[in-house]
């Protein structure tokens, strides 16, 4: 009985033996473990770091390259490549470079560049309307898009002096700092001294007048207007190729005294002698030859 209780006592022993280092032999294992992500913690966060670092170093390289920047010169010419003016057909390149030189050019890169005072540098010139700025980011520069005003009416003193200033469609004047006009833009010619009613002191209302009475003097005759004489404004003639009319005061009356073209401008054309003029002053017409 001893000796089995004696063989029990080391079969005992015997597994316990290897239990305690397979225990030992796992914590070693898992210390080795944690010290691995512990180490490989480190690394991720070492070259988190590291990249980190290399992109704060190149974007602050790429950001003071010249390129991201205008040049200081970039309002010195229009042969500059640095800016471009488009969509400006009254206001001249230059005038527009001028009004860019009021402003120091920004030593910002170009996305950081505010445009709000180049803006309204150029639309202090009179034809301009609204203006708009793109900015290019690589290589540096400016697009200076030009909405200008619509010319609606010009005005010269005499028939045979071109004009010297205009209205546009929104009834403001321009001066003859830009005259002439580009042929492309059709407008109602008006001649007039000044005198009596100054065109200077005209509104938008005035110029619509003016508008309304050529296009209805070309829907009946079916002739465009050469101009429409105003030097008396009491005596008012419109011109077109046919023949040279005359309407009197321009009043509210005066439009619909535009509908009897209809039929005298083909009577006129059938004459077979010179007018001088077409009167429809008067509620009978009456046709003025030239002797």
Same mark, same amino acid.
């Given at each position: 009985?001893?000796?089995?209780?004696?063989?029990?006592?080391?079969?005992?022993?015997? #597994?316990? %033996?290897?239990?305690?280092?397979?225990? +030992? !032999?796992?914590? =070693?294992?898992?210390?080795?473990?944690?010290?691995?992500?512990?180490? $490989?913690?480190?690394?991720?966060?070492?070259?988190?770091?590291?990249?980190?670092?290399?992109?704060?170093?190149?974007?602050?390289?790429?950001?003071?390259?010249?390129?991201?920047?205008?040049?200081?010169?970039?309002?010195?010419?229009?042969?500059?490549?640095?800016?471009?003016?488009?969509?400006? !057909?009254?206001?001249?390149?230059?005038?527009?470079?001028?009004?860019?030189?009021?402003?120091?050019?920004?030593?910002?890169?170009?996305?950081?560049?505010?445009?709000?005072?180049? !803006?309204?540098?150029?639309?202090?010139?009179?034809?301009?309307?609204?203006?708009?700025?793109?900015?290019? $980011?690589?290589?540096?520069? &400016?697009? %200076?898009? +030009?909405?200008?005003?619509?010319?609606?009416?010009?005005?010269?003193?005499? %028939?045979?002096?071109?004009?010297?200033?205009?209205?546009?469609?929104?009834?403001?004047?321009?001066?003859?700092?830009?005259?002439? #006009?580009?042929?492309?833009?059709?407008?109602?010619?008006?001649?007039?001294?000044?005198?009596?009613?100054?065109?200077?002191? $005209?509104?938008?209302?005035?110029?619509?007048?003016?508008?309304?009475?050529?296009?209805?003097?070309?829907?009946?005759?079916?002739?465009?207007?050469?101009?429409?004489?105003?030097?008396?404004?009491?005596?008012?003639?419109?011109? +077109?190729?046919? *023949?040279?009319?005359? &309407?009197?005061?321009?009043?509210?009356? *005066?439009?619909?005294?535009?509908?009897?073209?209809?039929?005298?401008?083909?009577?006129? =054309?059938?004459?077979?002698?010179? %007018?001088?003029?077409?009167? &429809?002053? $008067?509620?009978?017409?009456?046709?003025?030859?030239?002797?």
């Amino acid at each position: 009985m001893h000796n089995d209780d004696l063989r029990n006592n080391n079969n005992s022993d015997d #597994l316990t %033996i290897p239990r305690q280092y397979r225990r +030992i !032999k796992v914590r =070693k294992m898992q210390r080795q473990a944690k010290r691995s992500n512990r180490r $490989w913690k480190q690394f991720r966060i070492f070259l988190k770091l590291f990249i980190l670092l290399v992109l704060c170093f190149t974007c602050y390289t790429l950001l003071k390259h010249p390129q991201w920047r205008l040049h200081s010169n970039a309002f010195d010419s229009l042969d500059n490549p640095a800016l471009e003016i488009v969509n400006n !057909k009254i206001v001249p390149s230059h005038k527009v470079l001028s009004a860019l030189r009021r402003n120091r050019v920004s030593t910002k890169p170009i996305f950081l560049v505010k445009t709000d005072n180049l !803006k309204e540098s150029i639309k202090q010139l009179e034809p301009v309307q609204d203006v708009y700025i793109r900015r290019f $980011w690589y290589p540096a520069r &400016l697009k %200076i898009i +030009i909405i200008e005003r619509t010319p609606a009416l010009t005005i010269s003193p005499d %028939i045979e002096v071109p004009p010297i200033a205009f209205f546009s469609s929104d009834g403001k004047l321009i001066g003859r700092d830009y005259m002439p #006009l580009p042929p492309e833009f059709k407008t109602v010619r008006v001649i007039t001294y000044g005198v009596g009613d100054d065109y200077r002191n $005209w509104d938008r209302t005035k110029v619509n007048n003016f508008k309304k009475l050529a296009l209805m003097v070309e829907n009946a005759s079916g002739e465009n207007v050469e101009y429409i004489d105003y030097r008396d404004p009491k005596d008012v003639y419109v011109k +077109i190729p046919t *023949v040279n009319i005359r &309407l009197g005061s321009f009043n509210a009356g *005066v439009y619909g005294k535009t509908q009897r073209l209809r039929t005298l401008v083909p009577q006129v =054309k059938m004459l077979n002698k010179k %007018i001088k003029y077409l009167d &429809l002053r $008067w509620d009978s017409n009456f046709i003025k030859l030239d002797e």
